[in-house]
């Protein structure tokens, strides 16, 4: 999973054909550091999103902006638009997250 850093790279992949996944996380969350554990496979499997994370605390704008009220979340985007959202509430099992990405119509 690819790093971003700042709201301007962001804006650079979302905007791509192939679908994205962006990951908000941030350092002091033990349910993204649960979800990192179970991740990578999942990642490896689902090649036809591009895997992108960001720390939620250097972008708090563009969290508020996309509706990421609890952490980790992933967002979905394909040519700029967010097409979906999975919520932490929803995101604590590789089975929660892989049932998500089954799901995502494009």
Same mark, same amino acid.
């Given at each position: #999973?690819? =790093?971003?850093?700042?709201?301007? $790279? ?20 033990? %349910?993204?550091?649960?979800? %990192?554990?179970?991740? !990578?496979?999942? &990642? ?11 720390? =939620? %605390?250097? &972008?708090? %704008?563009?969290?508020?902006? *996309?509706?990421? #009220? !609890?952490?980790?979340?992933?967002? &979905?985007? $394909?040519?700029?638009?967010? +097409? ?5 509430? *929803?995101? +604590?099992?590789?089975?929660? &997250?892989? !049932? ?7």
């Amino acid at each position: #999973m690819k =790093r971003l850093q700042t709201i301007e $790279q962001f804006e650079e992949v979302i905007v791509s054909e192939k679908p994205v996944i962006v990951k908000f996380f941030t350092t002091w969350c033990p %349910d993204c550091k649960r979800m %990192d554990l179970f991740i !990578g496979e999942i &990642v490896e499997k689902y090649t036809q999103f591009d895997w992108y994370e960001i720390n =939620r %605390d250097d &972008v708090p %704008d563009l969290a508020e902006k *996309y509706e990421v #009220m !609890g952490i980790p979340s992933l967002l &979905v985007f $394909q040519n700029g638009e967010k +097409k979906a959202h999975l919520h932490s509430a *929803y995101a +604590k099992t590789p089975e929660e &997250v892989e !049932g998500f990405l089954q799901s995502i119509k494009l």
